[in-house]
């Protein structure tokens, strides 16, 4: 290799080196883009138009002593079109046996929608723990199953506007 071109080649590192280190810096000092937009689309369902459970997500907190109960309950409300929400064990004092859902609007067209789709009529109680955005449903160790044939939508009896959570692909 001649001197020239071992010049030339260690020149040419020497500037993809310096390159690469204002690049490096800039981006380590760069500020956080966070801003990530709306979270979730609005939706307004008027009176007697129909609710579907599309537009309604679901908590499932489990009050069982079963392992996974409120993560398969969820599953089988999401293949009946429900959205998913939150998944925990309740931390409420309010004893539920088969199951609950906790709300301080029993009215509420979602609420009567979920609640149709249990084989076993829920129990509807006001909560003593917050609630996440949605329709909270508490299961418990009698719980049995969802209804095999439960409608697919409910009309709403009054304004209801949801909050649809955007989910990035």
């Known amino acids: 290799m001649t001197r020239t071109t071992s010049l030339l080649t260690t020149g040419v590192a020497v500037a993809v080196f310096a390159g690469s280190g204002v690049v490096g810096w800039n981006l380590l000092t760069a500020a ?7 979270t979730c689309t609005e939706r307004h ?14 908590n499932v907190l489990n009050a069982s002593g079963r392992s996974g109960l409120a993560n398969r309950v969820s599953i089988n409300l999401q293949r009946y079109g429900f959205l998913a929400g939150s998944i925990d064990n309740s931390e409420s004092q309010i004893p539920v046996d088969h199951v609950a859902i906790f709300t301080d609007d029993p ?14 009529v829920p129990q509807i109680v006001a909560p003593d723990i917050p609630l996440d ?3 909270t449903v508490v299961v418990g160790p009698s719980y ?12 709403a009896s009054r304004d209801v506007d949801v909050c649809v959570p955007i989910v990035d692909l």
């Not at 509420?108 to 076993?120: E, G, S």
């Not at 049995?144 to 009309?155: G, S, Y």
């Open 45 to 58: 369902v008027a009176p007697g138009e129909a609710l579907t459970p599309n537009l309604v997500q679901i």
């Open 144 to 155: 049995t199953d969802l209804n095999p044939t439960p409608p697919t939508e409910i009309a």
């Open 32 to 38: 956080a883009d966070t801003d990530r937009g709306p």
């Open 133 to 135: 955005d949605g329709v």
């Open 107 to 120: 009215e509420d067209p979602m609420v009567q929608l979920v609640a149709q789709q249990f084989q076993v």
